[in-house]
């Protein structure tokens, strides 16, 4: 997300000079100790801070779940919709104020299985916010169901003997919509990639997908239990154009040069699960962004009627 | 079939006709019927059109399910319905015919200009099928004359299926002395996005089936017109919300194709962009209802436009919608259920499920256009209301609004309908975003990017700061809050009109669509000294004062309504097992007095003809004394 809400920024000669990622908290968050959700509300903070973002100017949208408890949490403008539907919220948000940042805060379940049709659909739309994909693989709030990023033989209270499926990768189904225009991976326990991910989404003008991994402390606490704690399990896909935090090449020695703008390789990485890999998979800032391309002129209510009034005409006698 | 060998031209006198126009789907029924409507009301006649639409787009041809055509009812004076029966009728071929023979739609004495090739045709089966109808048609005194439709287009154009319906024309223009340049003018706009080179053969057309009306046949209706003393508009009830919601300043419409809803989008996909807004339409019905409450939450009052099944699926947002005091305008042009249903046909069967369709308690207004000078009022309406009381305002058309087209009073545009700029003003330090007035329930809508007023809005329970609360007290008075303001709304509304004396033995209640027929039919009775009176409802949530007062001047109370109800006496069917119309239900709830109904649900508009029998039934049966007895 870039442009207007910062040019409009400036122009505020009232505004405070500086924001503190603290100021950006509304109130604590209520999840459980050692949830991954509190890693993405402080990156987010951080973000909003080293943007110096008005908070009247921003809009949390979220749908059900733990992770859609987000935008209650944050200074800023909240909707804490119903199950899987966040997404048309926002995009109906970025329509009518393309001047407001956009943020979504959506989780495994309500993005990729309630939500999955607006998922698709959203990403084609390819409207300028920011989407957090909070994946912790497991359904949280409603205490232990399978979910579709579950890993296979995962067991939960409606797979007891595991869960049955390949888990769906929200990557490779990002990555095969049309008109995707950034899609990343990080993770809660690489606080610095996760910022780093998070600054370059906002930067990124059109839909930025960043899935975020992390455990729940309750149901799936070993999930990435091997990645945590063998670095060298890990890739990072490193880019000018994508996100190389400073500081972790000792932690990773596994890096890979990939140009984001490379779709093919971007399909082909995301397929891969030899390694778990962190980083922008793909992005491309020249893609149709839907509130720009419908954005239209805005009308004086006199010229409305006197338009309209000529339109009357043809339906005169 | 009779040939007319053409004698003196006998010009009759009429102050009303209805005629029809049959043919396969595909065939220009609906141009031709577009046309002529427009030119008679030009001509200053009332009008009233009625599509008949199937639901696929081309079924096969020469069946009684391919039937594609149009009513059109005109007279001297206003008119409001479809009517009973037609007098008239141009048919392409007799298995279209055959499919309104046995719809009962053709006065027993129509006239009928029919295609003359099947007769003779050198198919044999073709002349089977075409003897079997007109044996069964036989049972009428219908008046057939053979016309050579498709030979006499061809002699103009080489694809007789894009010409015939221009003759067609023509005979009407010839038999009912319509205008000439008129109905030029009208091919001119009609056809406007084409060649200057179609635009004259669909008018050689016209002409060339003038000339033969002309040379074969031997009458002439006169329907006299009263000159217009105001200027008006002509359209159907589609085109009227979607014109409306310009009106209303509308600047985001966010829709998913469903039929009869469908052509709102259509109209306002082509003008809204010169008015500042957008048509979106979105990945589906669930989506469109999203995207509409996005838009109004950030300050555009926005409108989604659905029909039952896309209605059905709409009702979590709603709820939501209700529940964080979102203002939302929905459109719902009604149309044959359950599930399905008809896709094409009208119904009034999402009354019901329109005020209730979720779980939760979930008030919003409900509003029902009655005519189709209504259905651009009511976007105007809906929305100041929406705003006003912050809450989700649905509007119920239906199939016989959408596609039927009347004309009426030019609206007087006013710029208070038009939204104003979005309060951006800082929000006062203290200020919560529900601030409830413990009187009205009513509070000061907050938009973001308003400096001070960052709060979450949330579908779970919460208190006025907006924050999530499962407290006893807190929850119950968010419900209290929400509900009152439907009551402070019908504190503003007026008691109904009733149409015929305010006392008698009969009243009849309808909603929505029905009035004219209603009106009509009642007007039929009292003409026969029958003291019978109706009011037709637009207020179904919250409903207009006054109800019971009005009702309890009448020894009886009838709802009509097209939906299902039981009939007593059927099979099962009791007193105790009858499930009632719609509307009749809500009444007896809201009323306590013992309401009936009369409901049909054929999938077509409700005559005056069948409302008036109703009527008459009613006023025959014994008025119950007491509670299971009747005398």
């Known amino acids: 997300m870039s442009g ?99 943020f979504v805060v959506t989780g495994d379940g309500d993005c990729t299985s309630i939500g999955a049709g607006h998922w698709i659909h959203a990403t084609r ?66 606080p610095v990639h996760l910022y780093a991910t998070l600054q370059a989404a906002y930067e990124h003008p059109g839909f930025s997908f960043v899935r975020i991994l992390q455990r729940c402390p309750k149901f799936t606490p070993d999930v990435f239990e091997q990645q945590i704690k063998d670095p060298n399990t890990t890739e990072l896909l490193v880019h000018e154009d994508g996100v190389d935090p400073p500081g972790l090449e000792k932690l990773f020695k596994a890096r890979r040069v990939h140009d984001p703008k490379n779709i093919d390789d971007a399909r082909s990485l995301a397929r891969r699960t030899d390694m778990l890999r962190l980083g922008v998979f793909f992005r491309d800032d020249s893609l149709p962004v839907y509130d720009e391309v419908r954005a239209v002129p805005p009308m004086t209510p006199q010229e409305k009627i006197n338009r309209l009034n000529k339109v009357f005409e043809r339906y005169a006698v | 079939m009779s040939k007319t060998a053409k004698k003196e031209t006998k010009i009759v006198e009429v102050s009303e006709h209805t005629v029809e126009i049959i043919t396969n789907s595909g065939e220009g029924a609906q141009k031709c019927a577009q046309i002529f409507g427009q030119t008679c009301a030009k001509m200053g006649n009332g009008v009233w059109t009625v599509e008949i639409i199937p639901a696929e787009i081309e079924p096969p041809h020469h069946t009684v399910t391919s039937t594609s055509g149009n009513i059109i009812r005109f007279g001297t004076g206003k008119i409001t319905n479809w009517g009973d029966q037609s007098k008239l009728a141009i048919a392409f071929n007799e298995q279209v015919l055959l499919s309104r023979h046995r719809l009962d739609s053709l006065d027993d004495n129509c006239i009928i200009l029919q295609e003359s090739m099947w007769e003779t045709h050198e198919d044999e089966q073709i002349r089977k099928v075409y003897e079997e109808a007109m044996e069964e048609m036989s049972s009428k005194n219908y008046r057939f004359i053979s016309v050579p439709i498709e030979e006499e287009a061809l002699k103009i154009v080489d694809n007789p299926s894009h010409g015939k319906n221009m003759f067609a024309l023509g005979m009407l223009a010839e038999i009912y002395q319509r205008d000439l340049s008129i109905i030029e003018n009208q091919i001119a706009h009609i056809f406007r996005f084409k060649s200057q080179k179609v635009i004259d053969l669909n008018i050689e057309l016209v002409k060339s089936g003038m000339a033969w009306a002309r040379a074969n046949l031997d009458f002439q209706f006169d329907l006299p017109s009263e000159p217009l003393e105001e200027e008006r508009l002509v359209m159907n009830g589609n085109q009227a919300c979607a014109l409306g919601a310009i009106a209303a300043g509308m600047e985001m419409c966010a829709m998913y194709p469903i039929t009869p809803a469908t052509s709102v989008s259509h109209e306002l996909a082509e003008i809204i962009e010169d008015f500042g807004g957008i048509v979106h339409q979105a990945e589906d019905e669930i989506a469109a209802a999203g995207v509409a409450i996005g838009a109004s939450y950030a300050g555009k009052v926005a409108l989604t436009v659905t029909s039952g099944p896309g209605m059905a699926l709409k009702t979590e947002f709603l709820a939501l919608a209700i529940m964080i005091e979102v203002p939302l305008v929905v459109l719902d042009v009604q149309r044959g259920g359950p599930s ?70 030019r609206p007087e545009l006013d710029i208070r309908w038009q939204q104003g700029p979005i309060d951006q003003s800082p929000v006062p330090e203290g200020l919560r975003p529900y601030e409830w007035d413990a009187k009205t329930g009513m509070s000061r809508r907050i938009i973001p990017g308003a400096r001070g007023g960052q709060h979450t809005v949330t579908g779970l329970a919460h208190d006025e ?35 015929g004396e305010t006392e008698g033995d009969l009243l009849v209640v309808g909603w929505g669509s ?91 508009p409700l005559r005056p003809r069948d409302i008036y029998n109703s009527i008459v039934a009613k006023l025959d049966q014994p008025v119950k004394l007491e509670r299971g007895a009747a005398v």
Request: net charge negative; glycine share 6%; hydrophobic share 40%.
């Open chain 1, 4 to 102: 207007i809400a910062l040019s409009l920024l400036d122009l505020e000669a009232d505004a405070p000079v500086c924001f503190e990622a603290e100021d950006y908290q509304r109130r604590p968050g209520k999840w459980c100790a050692g949830c991954g959700d509190f890693g993405a509300l402080n990156a987010v903070k951080r973000l909003l801070a080293k943007e110096q973002l008005q908070p009247e100017r921003m809009v949390f949208v979220s749908g059900i779940g733990c992770s859609s408890r987000f935008p209650h949490y944050v200074n800023a403008y909240g909707f804490h919709g119903i199950h899987g539907r966040a997404l048309p919220v926002a995009t109906g948000i970025k329509l009518a104020r393309p001047e407001l940042d956009v």
């Open chain 1, 125 to 190: 739309y390819n409207a300028n916010m920011v989407v957090l994909l909070l994946d912790n693989n497991i359904y949280g709030l409603t205490k232990n169901q399978t979910s579709p990023t579950t890993p296979q033989g995962y067991s939960s209270m409606t797979s007891p003997h595991g869960s049955v499926l390949p888990a769906l990768d929200p990557l490779q189904a990002t990555l095969g919509v049309s008109n995707a225009s950034f899609v990343a991976q990080t993770a809660d326990w690489v």
């Open chain 2, 340 to 409: 399905t249903g008809l896709p094409t046909k009208v119904e009034q069967s999402d009354l019901l499920s329109s005020l209730y369709g979720q779980p939760g308690d979930a008030p919003r207004v409900v509003i029902a256009p009655r005519s189709i000078e209504e259905c651009f009022h009511s976007m105007v309406t809906a929305r100041r209301i929406a705003e006003t009381f912050r809450t989700v305002v649905i509007v119920l058309t239906d199939a016989n609004l959408a596609t039927g087209v009347q004309q009426f009073t």
């Open chain 2, 465 to 499: 700061f907006s924050l999530v609360s499962y407290h006893p007290s807190s929850n119950e008075r968010g419900m209290r809050m929400r509900s009152r303001k439907l009551a402070v709304f019908q504190s503003t509304l007026m008691p109904p009109e009733i149409h």
């Open chain 2, 514 to 604: 029905t009035q004219g027929a209603i009106e009509e039919a009642v007007d039929r009775a009292r003409a026969e000294g029958r003291k019978v009176s109706t009011c037709q409802l637009t207020f179904l949530s919250p409903l207009e004062p006054g109800l019971k007062d009005i009702f309890s001047k009448f020894d009886k109370v009838m709802t009509v309504e097209i939906n299902y109800s039981d009939t007593v006496g059927d099979p099962y069917i009791t007193e105790e097992t009858r499930r009632y119309g719609q509307l009749a239900w809500l009444l007896r709830a809201h009323t306590l007095v013992d309401i009936d109904c009369w409901t049909s649900c054929p999938g077509q």
